[in-house]
Nanobody
Framework: QVQLVESGGGLVQAGDSLRLSCVVSGRTISNYVVAWFRQAPGKDREFVGVIRGHDGSTYGADSAKGRFTISRDNAKNTVYLQMNSLSFEDTAVYYC??????????????????WGQGTQVTVSS
């Protein structure tokens, strides 16, 4: 059974940075892809970015490019989301999700089998 636990959310001011963590247990992330999604109140869940566990290659949403970076530490079986220059529009619950490795990057929430419980990020303007 694969379990994911996010942490690192909180209340920050516009322009601040925040790093989220996603600890994966039950399987090694080397054989998985791990993605970040977010969901703001009243909106659909939105793809943020994804990383391949075995080689660290990443793909990010346009809204995240240049501000957000995904990385992983295979020794800790942990994936990170570094978020810089945060704005009010980044306020959401952030989720990490995992699924078995595939060559093509997948951006739909329905493509991922395993999910964390989410961590709230609130950016004050």
């Amino acid at each position: 059974q694969v379990q994911l636990v996010e942490s690192g959310g909180g209340l920050v001011q516009a322009g601040d940075s925040l790093r989220l963590s996603c600890v994966v247990s039950g399987r090694t992330i080397s054989n998985y892809v791990v993605a970040w999604f977010r969901q703001a109140p009243g909106k659909d869940r939105e793809f943020v970015g994804v990383i391949r566990g075995h080689d660290g290659s990443t793909y990010g949403a346009d809204s995240a490019k240049g501000r957000f970076t995904i990385s992983r530490d295979n020794a800790k079986n942990t994936v990170y989301l570094q978020m810089n220059s945060l704005s009010f529009e980044d306020t959401a619950v952030y989720y990490c999700a995992a699924d078995r490795y595939t060559y093509f990057f997948r951006v739909r929430s329905t493509d991922y089998e395993y999910w964390g419980q989410g961590t709230q990020v609130t950016v004050s303007s």
